[in-house]
């Protein structure tokens, strides 16, 4: 015959339904936890949008304004300056490069409206690449860095850039092959109110 001190030992040691039910929910709610937390720190370092995630412009048409008959080199993107500007090694040889027919809003000694989006964007297309660089007439500018245009692939970077409402249209005679290409370019910009062309929240 069992000792009563026993039987209740056996008792106290029972749980009650509430406590297990209770068990139960900080169980589920811990595994829940263990779930969402990486889903949440994930999205929050991914930025909502990137330069890189941005449709491109290039066509047919807009290719067809690049001089066939004038000097045209490859070379090695070393550099990202800021949104026109960009350094190149040429045979073993860093250069200065500026974009022909465009202007960036400034990123490095001032920063101006837009700049630092310019800069990005011309960074997510070229950074690291391999370009082809295409003259018109000039050689170099008055800071002697040359004045080309861009393609890395069948991608034509100037005109993404003035597309994409990066950049302003710059006419500079005499290196003009593609200004008009640039001003269409910008026009449709301006309607789609693309980057610089965007509207701005009131303060």
């Known amino acids: 015959m069992p000792k009563r001190g026993s039987s209740r030992s056996v008792r106290s040691q029972q749980l009650s339904p509430t406590t297990l039910l209770i068990m139960a929910l900080v169980l589920l ?9 990486p889903e949440k720190s994930s999205s929050l370092g991914e930025p909502t949008s990137s330069p890189s995630s941005i449709p491109l412009f290039t066509n047919p048409s807009a290719l067809a304004c690049l001089p066939a008959h004038t000097t045209r080199e490859q070379a090695k993107v070393i550099k990202v300056i800021d949104g026109d500007t960009i350094e190149v090694e040429i045979n073993g040889t860093p250069y200065k490069v500026r974009y022909i027919g465009i202007d960036t809003p400034e990123s490095t000694t001032r920063v101006e409206y837009f700049g630092k989006e310019a800069a990005a964007r011309n960074q997510a297309l070229v950074d690291g690449q391999q370009v082809i ?20 692939g069948e991608v034509f970077v100037n005109y993404e850039l003035v597309r994409g409402g ?26 789609e109110r693309l980057g610089l062309w965007a509207p701005t929240p009131a303060p």
């Not at 709610?29 to 937390?37: D, G, K, S």
């Not at 660089?133 to 890395?152: C, F, G, P």
């Not at 092959?177 to 001003?183: E, G, L, Q, V």
């Open 133 to 152: 660089l295409i003259k018109d007439v000039s050689e170099t500018d008055r800071y002697n860095r040359l004045l080309r245009y861009v393609l890395v």
């Open 29 to 37: 709610v811990l595994a829940l936890i263990e779930v969402i937390a």
């Open 166 to 191: 990066y950049a302003n249209t710059l006419r500079y005679p005499p290196d003009v092959a593609c200004a008009d290409i640039f001003r269409e370019a910008e026009r449709q910009a301006r309607e």
